[in-house]
């Protein structure tokens, strides 16, 4: 599913001993990260060195592993990432390099991985510090 305009979700983040996500807990979460969308869709995103801009779209679907999210760069490459249940946040859903999560303030996440960054709205549970 392309989301162009509206939806990002990503409910769990450090800290958080829920070890559990249904569906109605997916919705909630789902509704308060739509009103943090902004630009269409797109989010923060510095492809190698470059600077942050707001150029990267995002496509996600649940599978069998869970919520799996598709950060698409302007010039077609492609990383994608799964929504974890244990409290890391986002992990790599492919390849050897391992994404690396930063906790924001704002309630946002830096996601490093293969050399670029992306900022994502994410929902920080139980005081995780920002970094």
């Not at 989301?3 to 829920?18: F, K, Q, R, V, Y």
């Not at 997916?26 to 190698?48: H, S």
């Not at 670029?116 to 970094?131: D, H, W």
Request: proline share 4%; aromatic share 2%.
């Amino acid at each position: 599913m392309r989301i162009s305009s509206a939806i990002l979700l990503l409910p769990l983040l450090a800290a958080c001993g829920e070890q559990k996500t249904d569906h109605a807990t997916l919705a909630k979460y789902e509704a308060q990260q739509n009103a943090t969308l902004a630009d269409d869709g797109r989010v923060l995103c510095a492809i190698g060195q470059g600077a942050l801009t707001r150029a990267c779209t995002i496509d996600r679907e649940l599978g069998e592993q869970g919520l799996v999210l598709t950060l698409h760069h302007p010039d077609g490459a492609f990383h994608r990432l799964l929504v974890t249940r244990d409290g890391r946040g986002v992990i790599a859903a492919d390849g050897a390099e391992p994404a690396k999560v930063s906790v924001l303030a704002g309630n946002e996440i830096e996601v490093a991985l293969g050399g670029n960054r992306y900022r994502l709205p994410a929902t920080v549970k139980g005081g995780a510090p920002a970094s």
